[in-house]
Nanobody, 116 residues
Framework: QVQPVESGGGSVQAGGSLRLSCTAS????????MAWYRQAPGKERELVAV???????NYADSVKGRFTISRDNAKNTVYLQMNSLKPEDTAVYYC??????????WGQGTQVTVSS
């Protein structure tokens, strides 16, 4: 009931699309800041996209124009729509929620593989 859970990962050819989902239980979901991170082999974890409790968004430069983060508070779910995927997008994608106190909760991750 505390940890986010990711789904929607898989394998796709370059130029294709995937939509990731992250659910986080709680009647106060609308107060959480939600974010997607990713970690590729041999690299450190990096921020991909953020959506605040007000709906404001921000993106890493590498995904701007291709990825869209959104949330459905009624479903306690945040999404990451990924279009025009590139091989360099291959990574494990993690969902992070941050509650009002600043405490963070991380999901287990979902694998995204983009082949050339």
């Amino acid at each position: 009931q505390v940890q986010p859970v990711e789904s929607g990962g898989g394998s796709v050819q370059a130029g294709g699309s995937l939509r990731l989902s992250c659910t986080a239980s709680g009647i106060t979901f609308s107060t959480y800041t939600m974010a997607w991170y990713r970690q590729a082999p041999g690299k450190e974890r990096e921020l991909v996209a953020v959506i605040t409790r007000s709906g404001s968004t921000n993106y890493a430069d590498s995904v701007k124009g291709r990825f869209t983060i959104s949330r459905d508070n009624a479903k306690n779910t945040v999404y990451l729509q990924m279009n025009s995927l590139k091989p360099e997008d291959t990574a494990v994608y993690y969902c992070r929620k941050t509650i009002l106190s600043g405490r963070e909760y991380w999901g287990q991750g979902t694998q995204v593989t983009v082949s050339s």
